[in-house]
Every structure is written in structure tokens, then in C-alpha cells.
């Protein structure tokens, strides 16, 4: 709940004059709630769906932590613009491709790049004074190659979105009522203050 939101004394035409009043601050204070909104999506996104270890049993429909590479381009991607004087976005998401296919779904054609595969039963040992040494690594050379692949869509922005959907109006909701009561629009960070909603 939003603070001060069991002490409004405001009748309905009382706020509507309140915020007219407010003119673009009001825009302000909403980008400043959205802001917040996503931030925390964004983070819920990293912890629930995409920090699976790289072992362990299957994690459907979430995704294993391999890199840090989507996880950071998530957690890095919340912002809110104005869209006109009266209407503002805000949004998270991911432009890793990757990252995309599995959020929709993808089936098709993929490049490989050559690379180098470690092969265990291919590493060389040598045994010198009853002890067994690696000398070298097993490798093996991967040509240049496509392959036909398909993923599943897993949705974990959909369901981060369906599941934080009511934390978009608190975090609104409360900014607007920052900006009542200070006379000023408050930033992201203020709204949040206080601890997630």
C-alpha cells in the first residue's frame, strides 16, 4: 500500500484538481513509479528464471547460468521514457539474441563457429614412478557447420510480467502520492525506499 493511503482526505474532484495541477511533474512521478516497477521486475526476472547452476536436474522452463551474459543485459535493460505530454513507458526485457529465442520460441537453421572441444579419453598420461601425469589435453578440432535447432519457449519475462503485474500500480500509485504530498516528482531510487512493495 501506497504511503499516506489510508490518511486521503481527498474527495474525487479534490485529487483531479490536485493532479491538473501538477501538470508534467504528474508524467514525471508516473515514469519515476514505471522505473521502479521494472527495476524490480528485471531483478525478479534474474533470480527466479535465469540463475539456475550449470549441473544439477532439469530446470524447465527457466534457464541455466552459463555465462552472465543475458542476466546482465536483463538487469541492465529497465528505463521509462515519455511517449507524449500524457503518456510514458516503461520496459525490460533483452536484446541477446538468444535470449530472445528462448522467450518466444525459435526453430532453425544456426551457424557454427569452428572451435576446439576438450575430449578426455584423448588426453595423454605418462606414469613415472607410479604416478600417473597428464602430459597434454585431449582436443579436438569442430569445423565450420550448421545445425537445426529448436527451442522451447519459455516465457521468462511473460511470467516475470504476469506474476509482478500488481507491483506495477503500487510502485505508480505510490510515486503519484509522493508527488502529492512533497510537490515534487520523486526519482526511481524514492520510490523504492523502504523495500519493495
Known amino acids: 500500500m501506497a504511503p499516506g493511503a489510508r490518511d486521503r482526505d481527498f474527495t474525487a474532484d479534490q485529487m483531479a484538481e490536485m493532479f491538473l495541477s501538477y501538470g508534467s511533474n504528474l508524467l514525471t512521478a508516473m515514469m519515476a513509479g514505471g522505473k521502479a516497477a521494472v527495476l524490480v521486475m528485471a531483478g525478479h526476472a534474474v533470480e527466479r528464471e535465469l540463475s539456475f547452476p550449470k549441473k544439477g536436474p532439469p ?3 527457466g534457464l541455466r547460468w552459463q555465462t552472465g551474459h543475458l542476466r546482465r543485459s536483463v538487469a541492465a535493460s529497465p528505463e521509462a521514457h515519455a511517449i507524449s505530454e500524457k503518456e510514458a513507458a516503461a520496459s525490460f ?6 535470449g530472445v529465442k528462448h522467450e518466444q520460441g525459435w526453430a532453425g537453421t544456426e551457424s557454427v563457429p569452428p572451435h576446439i572441444r576438450r575430449i578426455k579419453s584423448r588426453s595423454l598420461f605418462l606414469r613415472e614412478d607410479g604416478k600417473r601425469r597428464k ?12 545445425r ?13 510480467l504476469e506474476t509482478d503485474s500488481p507491483l506495477v500500480e503500487r510502485l505508480v500509485d505510490r510515486a503519484q502520492w509522493m508527488l502529492l504530498m512533497t510537490g515534487e516528482p520523486p526519482s526511481a531510487s524514492q520510490v523504492l525506499q523502504g523495500g519493495t512493495p
Open 148 to 160: 537445426y535447432v529448436t527451442y522451447e519457449a519459455r516465457r521468462y519475462l511473460g511470467r516475470t
Open 93 to 98: 526485457g533483452t536484446s541477446v539474441p538468444y
Open 135 to 146: 602430459v597434454a589435453q585431449g582436443i579436438a578440432f569442430v569445423r565450420a557447420h550448421e
Open 59 to 61: 530446470v524447465f522452463p
